[in-house]
């Protein structure tokens, strides 16, 4: 399956682009994301907790950055084994452009699945592959436009004095990634 | 006065009272003591290199007794495919090596990498999960077409073209069929699809491999439904094990449709890791399972093009098809749609000329194989939709069409250009008694009662006829069977006049241990109740071919006849000896041996007590005992026939469609039990239904299945089904076998899906909306897109 959309991001394009690089944003923004290691420059482990459908599973895999192009587009893509459950693997191109009012974010989600969650769930995989990406593309907005992950995640990535962008205050930008992440 | 005993006799089934009240012995409940569980690694992708297989972990957890993999069965055979097509040039047909667990590639979603025994199933699940498989995924292909357009991976790397064999028939006729389609009057053209089915029987499959260290004996307890098949197969081609070392028993088993006639892996696994751990070793399919590893049913394309004259008369026919066989040869898979197809594409019509052309592909899905009826509803479909649609171009009334067609009664034995020959039927009286059951007269007036409800009302038939009992073996063997397809019996007499019959055929649903002694009691005069039908076990009879094609009464009743036959002749000679008579005066009726012209007589149980306790008997010219065995090969196929009709109605705002009638008008020769032969039809027509409206296996581009589960993958329910008017009184008996039986259980899957389909393209036409074709399954979704692009 295939999806693609834009977001209108209200930050400055290397906030956005500092965020997308962030292990720490990044794992907070991948719903389920249990945990995200980062093994290299451009490549992550993570563990993914979903359910598709009436299949749950706890996917244990690699993401990895690739074709990037600082600070306009990279591709993110990953791989998931679900034991019993199958497979699902999938990537975003993701492209960020200087627009008035801040960034604009358009991606291209590509996602597969096999196993027992395409047998089972497999009529289901559209709606909830566009119910991620949405909730992806959603908290990353939130996070990034709030600036919450200087303080709470402190990550390199998330360190530019810009990054809140003078929405919102502090605690509420707190609680948010409290939210996500606790 | 309808019998209540014997041939004819709506008997109840007696295997109910067990079936209905939980008391079967099905393959599940039967468990061996010290039994191991077996649990199997599945492939999730359809196409991949297989680059590690790590085990290490999984096999120190807890319970687990071993890990085997695709290595551990390198030294033995792989699974046997029992029928070889030679292509049109020649060549034999593409065979590879289908391993018991995966070697190198797996190449459908399912395909077994690793089979985990362990103490219990809980810890073989949880040892599977921690086994490391590496694949590098290759590109899967799934559509046939794509499979052999030379641009798409291979499935085998021994048939880079993904081709298995391309086959036509009849050759000889094919330029003739050219030249008649060339200068016809008139050529219908259709191009159409015949739906990929998933079995699904009630019972999922389950394998029990138990083996004995001190006898050295091997027993698989499995669900199939020809165990001594099963044990041949095994035996002699995959694991090496003679067959007096080797037993299987299929017990209760429920339900087969064909999918449970193969040999599958599991049932190898267990017998072999049985013997390897010296220890029973369980498997039970879940549902999912059985979903990707029973073989599927149907899924062919096909071009068919009928040549006909001013008149409507059938010239002739051309076809093309593709036919699935899945990533693997199942066992009988490249004979269904050859043999079983091509044969059967007269119909039941005179049509002079027929070639078809077959290219049988292999695809990253399950393999297919036979399902309830196999080739014949493939073969039904194709002409009754292209007959249809060519009555309804030249303006010719769909029952006259047919009846200008038809074989007529006198023209029998009636020899095909498709190589079989028909040797009884009547399709005139079946569609006369069609168009009385399912009232045809009144269906105007019904159509116009839709209208004033806004429903297109629409009546479909079909006329079909399907080979069953497949023979004679010696002819079959030259056509590429490596398989004789005769029947065996035994039948056992004992002292105190009890009979057994230890049969080759297996019942599954079909009722046997009710009809087979009916036939007995029919020709020894004793009850139903003093005969015992003994079947699915290879130590408890002799060597048979199970329970297919709907051969069991046609093959499997005929070879008890034959058994039950020397059982009289050597009766009378012990009688006449008795009676101190010629045994050529010796008369037997109603169960009594009487001279003739005489008061004399004894009874069936003296005789039988004399056979055993030879006091005074003529020791020194017959044998002690009353016990006969026969082999049954029969000399042609039998031809039941029939005419079905569906009345639908579809809703033109939704493309909904409704079954409201169903009637079928078959001619199955002589009847042994009416009640179970109305069972037969509409079980099958309740398969039919599910074609047509409802079933179907898609997978998607990847290979993976997406109708894998009662989610997705739509089985007709009661309430998707009418009441049937059932009919099988047209009786033209079978010249050829000794009961001029035909066989029942297929014809309702063969006859019904066309006539559905038909229905509906009536409805829509009728209703003013041309529409020539629809796949199936007719889905609201798929009507309603017709008739808007329709408009």
Redesign the interface.
């Known amino acids: 399956m295939q999806l693609t959309g834009t977001r209108l991001i209200s930050a400055d394009r290397g906030t956005v682009w500092s965020a997308l690089n962030d292990p720490d944003v990044l794992k907070a923004c991948i719903p389920g994301c249990e945990s995200l290691e980062k093994t290299s420059e451009t490549s992550f482990e993570a563990v993914v907790k979903q359910k598709v459908g009436p299949v749950s599973a706890t996917f244990r895999g690699a993401v990895e950055l690739s074709d990037i192009d600082a600070p306009s587009s990279y591709r993110i893509s990953g791989e998931g084994k679900g034991g019993a459950a199958g497979f699902a693997k999938g990537g975003a191109n993701v492209r960020l452009a200087e627009v008035e009012g801040g960034t604009e974010l358009s991606y291209d989600v590509d996602a597969k699945v096999g196993g027992k969650i395409a047998q089972l769930g497999a009529r289901l995989i559209d709606g909830f592959a566009k119910k991620l990406a949405d909730e992806f593309f959603a908290t990353f907005q939130k996070v990034v436009e709030g600036g919450g992950t200087v303080e709470s995640a402190g990550g390199p990535g998330a360190s530019g004095d810009d990054a809140g962008a003078g929405t919102g205050d502090k605690p509420a930008k707190k609680g948010w990634l409290k939210r996500l992440t606790g | 006065m309808p019998k209540d005993s014997g041939i004819g006799a709506s008997i109840k089934r007696r295997e109910d009272v067990r079936f209905l009240t939980g008391a079967g012995n099905y393959t599940d409940d039967i468990n061996v003591a010290g039994q191991t569980y077996a649990y199997f690694l599945r492939s999730?992708?359809?196409h991949g290199k297989i680059v590690s297989v790590d085990t290490a972990a999984a096999s120190k957890m807890p319970g687990v007794l071993r890990i085997f993999t695709g290595a551990d069965f390198e030294a033995v055979g792989g699974l046997p495919c029992g029928w070889q097509i030679t292509s049109r040039n020649g060549e034999v047909m593409k065979e590879p090596r289908h391993p018991i667990l995966a070697s190198g590639k797996v190449r459908h979603?399912g395909d077994p990498i690793a089979a985990v025994v362990a103490k219990s199933l809980a810890e073989a699940?949880d040892a599977?999960?921690a086994i490391g498989v590496e694949i590098e995924e290759l590109p899967a292909v799934v559509d046939m077409r794509a499979a052999i357009s030379g641009a798409a991976p291979a499935v085998h790397d021994e048939a880079p073209d993904n081709l298995c064999y391309d086959w036509g028939f009849v050759e000889e006729n094919r330029e003739a069929v050219d030249a008649a389609i060339k200068s016809a009057h008139h050529v219908t053209t259709l191009e159409l699809t015949n739906n990929r089915l998933v079995a699904n029987p009630m019972e999922p499959r389950v394998a029990i491999g138990d083996f004995n260290r001190a006898s050295g004996d091997s027993t698989l307890y499995t669900t199939s439904q020809n165990p001594h098949v099963i044990r041949l197969l095994m035996g002699a081609f995959v694991l090496g094990i003679p067959e007096h070392k080797l037993r299987v028993i299929a017990p209760d088993v429920g339900g087969g449709f064909g999918t449970k006639i193969f040999h599958y892996a599991e049932e190898a696994f267990c017998t072999f890791a049985a013997k390897a751990l010296n220890k029973p070793v369980k498997w039970t399919a879940d549902r999912?399972e059985a979903?990707?590893t029973d073989a599927h049913g149907r899924d062919h394309v096909t071009k068919i093009e009928l040549a006909l004259d001013k008149d409507g008369k059938f010239l002739a026919i051309r076809t093309a098809t593709l036919a699935n066989m899945g990533a693997y040869l199942s066992t009988f898979a490249p004979s269904v749609p050859t043999w079983l197809h091509g044969t059967l594409m007269a119909g039941t019509y005179t049509t002079p000329l027929i070639y078809c052309n077959v290219k049988a592909v292999f695809t990253n899905t399950v393999p297919v194989d036979a399902y309830r009826g196999a080739g014949r509803p493939e073969a039904t479909f194709q002409l009754e939709r292209v007959i249809d649609k060519a009555a309804r171009e030249m303006g010719i009334d769909p029952v006259e069409i047919r009846r200008r067609n038809f074989i007529p009664a006198d023209a029998f034995p009636y020899q095909t250009p498709v190589a079989v020959a028909y040797d009884t039927g009547d399709y005139h009286a079946t569609m006369d008694k069609l168009v009385e059951i399912a009232d045809f007269a009144g269906f105007e007036a019904r159509r116009a009662e839709s209208a004033k409800r806004g429903k297109l009302r629409g009546l479909g038939l079909s006329s079909y006829i399907e080979a069953c009992g497949i023979a004679p073996s010696n002819l079959v063997g030259q056509l590429g069977a490596r398989a004789g397809l005769y029947e065996s019996a035994t039948v056992r007499v004992n002292a105190a006049g009890g009979i057994v019959v230890m049969t080759g055929s297996h019942s599954h649903g079909q009722g046997h241990e009710t009809t087979f002694p009916q036939v007995i009691a029919e020709m020894f005069g004793c009850p139903e109740a003093n005969v015992e039908i003994v079947h699915g076990d290879t130590g408890r009879g002799p060597m048979g071919m199970g329970t297919y094609g709907s051969r069991s009464i046609a093959v499997g009743g005929a070879a008890m006849v034959r058994a039950a036959e020397k059982i009289i002749a050597k009766a009378k000679r012990i009688a006449s000896h008795l009676m101190e008579a010629a045994v050529e005066d010796v008369e037997f009726a109603n169960g009594v041996f009487s001279v003739a012209g005489t008061d004399k007589k004894v009874d069936f149980g003296s005789v039988a007590l004399a056979a055993y306790v030879p006091h005074n008997y003529p020791l020194e010219s017959i044998e002690p005992g009353l016990e006969e065995t026969a082999f049954y090969d029969p000399s042609n196929f039998t031809y039941p026939a029939g005419a079905y009709a569906a009345e639908v109605e579809v809703d033109p705002e939704t493309g909904a469609v409704t079954l409201l009638a169903f009637s079928a008008a078959d001619d199955f020769g002589n009847v042994i039990n009416p009640m179970i032969v109305t069972g037969q039809v509409h079980g099958g027509i309740a398969q039919g239904i599910g074609q047509a409206l409802l079933e179907s296996a898609v997978y998607?581009a990847?290979g993976?299945?997406?109708?894998?589960?009662y989610?997705?993958y739509a089985m007709p329910r009661a309430d998707d089904l009418p009441m049937y008017a059932v009919d099988h009184s047209c009786q033209t008996p079978c010249t050829h076998n000794p009961l001029g039986v035909k066989g029942c259980g297929e014809a309702g899957a063969i006859g019904s899906p066309p006539a559905l389909v038909n229905a509906v393209l009536d409805a829509l036409n009728a209703g003013g909306i041309g529409v020539e074709h629809i796949d199936m399954p007719l889905s609201p979704s798929r009507v309603w897109a017709a008739i808007q692009s329709a408009k």
């Open positions: 999730t992708v359809a979603v699940r599977a999960e999912s979903f990707i998607d990847n993976q299945l997406l109708t894998g589960s989610m997705d």
